[in-house]
C-alpha cells in the first residue's frame, strides 16, 4: 500500500474501511505491510481504561466460563494490572482470544486492543487482551454457594492445552506455572487411563512441564479432548495441520578433560579441550508459533542435562558409563539418552573434540529407547562382571 493510498484511507475513515475488512488494526498493518505508526492516531496510544466502561459479572458464573477460567489460570495467562484482570493474546489467534472473550461473558470481560510507543523498540507496538475489573472475579469467588457443577475437567484442561502445551514427535508436552496444579491434573489423566511424566525443564521455579508417556497416551488425550478442541478456533490444527518439516540445530560448547583407558598413545594421559555440541531436533513447524521448538527450551534441557554435568569435570568421573571409555562416541551415546526424554524430535548429534575430529550420531527413537531401555556399550561395568566363570577358575588356582 502507498502513502496516497492510505491518505485515501484515512479520507473515507479508516475504522469504516476496517470494519468491512473485518479486521483489527494490527491485522490490517500486517495484511498491508504499513507501521502502526502511521495507522495509530495520537490520542488512541496510551488510551487509560476506566473501571465504568465495564459490564458488572453475572450473580453465578456458569460451569463453562469457570472451566475455561481454571485452565487459562492453569496456564499463568491470566494477570493483574492495577484494577484489572487480563488476558494476553497473540494477533495470529484472535479468534481463540474472541473464543475466550463469549466463554467468560459471565465475568464482564471487554476485548482491548492497546497501542503503546515502545521506547526500547522505537515503534508503536499492539497488544491485543481480554480485560475485567478484577473485583469481578473476587467478588464470583467470595460466592459461598454456587448452584453450578464444579468446572468441568476436561473442558479446562483442553483450555489449557489449546492455549500453551506443544506437540513434538507425537508427544504432547503441558507447561504448568504451579507444579501443585500439574500434579493434581497428572493424577487424574492417571485415573483416566493417561500416563504422563514430569520433565526437570521448568521453564520458571514453582513450575512443571508434563510430557504424555507413551504415543498412544498422546492419542488417547487428544481424543479425549477433541470434542472441546473442535470448538475452539485453530486448536486442533495447531496440532493436527500439515505443516512443513524442519530441522532445527542448537550449538553449545562445554570444557572438560578426560583419558582413554589403555589408549596406545598419548589419549591415556589426562588432557582437555573445548567440546562443541550441534543438537539437531527435526520435526513440523508449529503453525502459530512458526517454530518447530523453541531454542530457549532447547538451549535449556541441554543446559541442564549435558552442559551443567560436564563443563570443567572430568568425563570419567561425571558419569559412570564413561570412567571406562570417554570417546566422542561414547559421549554422543551417553548424550542421547540424556536428552530424547526432553527432545523427542532428536535426529542427530554432532560433537566436536577438535576442529578437525567430531562425530555425528543419531541414536533411537523415543519409544525405542522407552523399549529397550538404555544401550548395553554403556553398561558394561554395571553388569555382574566379577560372576563370570573364568574369574571363579582364577581365584581356584
Request: negative net charge; glycine residues 6%; proline residues 6%.
Amino acid at each position: 500500500m502507498t502513502m496516497q493510498d492510505m491518505g485515501e484511507v484515512r479520507s473515507v475513515g479508516l475504522e469504516q474501511w476496517l470494519d468491512a475488512e473485518g479486521l483489527t488494526l494490527q491485522e490490517y498493518a500486517i495484511r498491508h505491510h504499513v507501521p502502526l505508526d502511521l495507522l495509530v492516531e495520537r490520542n488512541d496510544l496510551n488510551r487509560p481504561d476506566r473501571i465504568s466502561d465495564y459490564p458488572p459479572p453475572s450473580h453465578y458464573p456458569g460451569e463453562r466460563a469457570r472451566a475455561v477460567l481454571r485452565g487459562l489460570g492453569w496456564a499463568g495467562l491470566l494477570r493483574e494490572e492495577g484494577d484489572f484482570s487480563v488476558l494476553p493474546g497473540e494477533v495470529r489467534r484472535l479468534d481463540l482470544l474472541f473464543w475466550n472473550l463469549d466463554a467468560l461473558s459471565d465475568y464482564g470481560f471487554r476485548f482491548r486492543q492497546e497501542y503503546r510507543y515502545s521506547d526500547r523498540s522505537h515503534r508503536v507496538v499492539a497488544h491485543n487482551r481480554l480485560k475485567a475489573p478484577k473485583s469481578n472475579l473476587s467478588l464470583l469467588d467470595a460466592v459461598p454457594h454456587c448452584p453450578v457443577p464444579p468446572p468441568d475437567f476436561w473442558l479446562a484442561l483442553a483450555t489449557f492445552v489449546a492455549h500453551v502445551a506443544e506437540w513434538h514427535a507425537g508427544y504432547l508436552f503441558m507447561p504448568f506455572q504451579q507444579a501443585s496444579q500439574a500434579h493434581w491434573v497428572a493424577v487424574e489423566l492417571e485415573r483416566q487411563g493417561i500416563t504422563v511424566i514430569e520433565l526437570d525443564a521448568a521453564d520458571q521455579p514453582g513450575g512443571a512441564l508434563l510430557r504424555t508417556h507413551a504415543l498412544a497416551d498422546t492419542q488417547c488425550l487428544l481424543d479425549r479432548l477433541r470434542p472441546h478442541l473442535s470448538a475452539m478456533p485453530g486448536a486442533l490444527e495447531r496440532f493436527e495441520q500439515e505443516t512443513p518439516t524442519l530441522t532445527v540445530c542448537k550449538n553449545l560448547v562445554f570444557d572438560s578433560a578426560h583419558f582413554i583407558t589403555d589408549h596406545p598413545a598419548k589419549c591415556s594421559n589426562l588432557h582437555g579441550g573445548r567440546y562443541a555440541l550441534n543438537v539437531k531436533v527435526r520435526g513440523r513447524m508449529d503453525p502459530v508459533t512458526g517454530c518447530v521448538i523453541d531454542y530457549g527450551y532447547l538451549k535449556r534441557v541441554v543446559g541442564r542435562r549435558v552442559i551443567e554435568r560436564f563443563d570443567h569435570a572430568t568425563l570419567n568421573y561425571a558419569a559412570s558409563e564413561l570412567a571406562w571409555r570417554s570417546s566422542t562416541e561414547m559421549l554422543c551415546v551417553f548424550i542421547w539418552e540424556q536428552l530424547i526424554d526432553y527432545l523427542p524430535g532428536l535426529v542427530e548429534l554432532e560433537l566436536h573434540e577438535t576442529t578437525q575430529s567430531w562425530c555425528n550420531y543419531s541414536g533411537p527413537s523415543l519409544a525405542d529407547f522407552q523399549r529397550d531401555g538404555s544401550d548395553p556399550v554403556l553398561t558394561h561395568f554395571q553388569r555382574q562382571i566379577g560372576a563370570s566363570s573364568w574369574r571363579a577358575s582364577v581365584a581356584a588356582i
